[in-house]
C-alpha cells in the first residue's frame, strides 16, 4: 500500500477548505470554512493511523504469509474507499466553494517568477538524475533480450519497433541531461524541450518496455506540459540576453 500516494489523495482535497482562496470569495463564512477543514482534516488523520496501525498489526498475529497479503489487501482497497467517501462528502457540502475553485484555478492569473523558481528546481535535479542514476542503476535493462519486451496500452507497436540498446541509452541520458540543464539556466529553453520531451521518453520508458511497473514517468510528463508555459521569461540567460539588446518582455501574470 502506498501511503504517499493516499496521502497525496487526500490532503489537497482537505486542505481546499482550510485556507480562505485569494480572500476575496466567501470571506464572510472563512473561519467557518477553516475550522470545517481542519476538523475532517483531523478525522482523516485518525482514521488513517487506525489503519496503518492495523495494517502493519496483522503481521503479529496472521502466520501465512499469503493469508497475510490477502488481509492487508483489504485493509488498503477499505481505506481507499473510506478516503473516496470522505472526499465525496467535502465536495458535496462545499459545492459552491468547490465549484468556484475548479472554475478559476486554470484562469487564475500567477507570477512568473514561480515558474522561474520551479524551472531552475526541477530541471537541476532532472538532469542529475539522467546523468547519475539512470546511467548507472536503469542501464541494465537494456542487455534483456527484444523478446522480454511488454506491449504497453496505446504503444504496444511503438514498444516493439524502438531500438534499445546500452550506447543508444547511454547517449540518450546524457542529451536529456544537458537539456535539463540548459531549461535550468533558460538557455535555449524551447530548443531544449524539443530535446528534452523524446530524449525522456525513451530513457525512462525503456524499463517499463520490460515490463517494470513505476511511477517514474511522472519526470516525463512534468516537462511536457511545461513546455508549453512561459518557464524562462525571467532569471534566464535568454532574459539577460532580451535585456541586453533592449528587447526586454513587460513581465505580467500568466494563466496557470
Known sequence: MNFYVILLFIFPSSTLYCIPYKQMYFAYTSKTIKSFGLRHLGIFFLYFLLFVFGYYFLKRIVTNPQKLIEDQLLIS???V?????????LVCSNWKRT???LTTYFSESGSAYNLAIFRIIY???LGGHFFFYTIK???SWTYLPDSSKVGLPLINWLVHILPVSPEIYTVFSILAGIACWCICIGLGTRYAFMIL???AFYVIGVPMF???LSHSHILFWVPVLFCFSPVADVWSIEAWIRKRKGRSLVIENHPK
Open 77 to 79: 482497497k477499505v481505506l
Open 81 to 89: 474507499a473510506f478516503i473516496s467517501f470522505h472526499i465525496i462528502f
Open 99 to 101: 465549484k468556484f475553485l
Open 123 to 125: 530541471f537541476f535535479i
Open 137 to 139: 542503476y536503469q542501464i
Open 197 to 199: 520531451i523524446p530524449t
Open 210 to 212: 520490460y515490463g517494470k
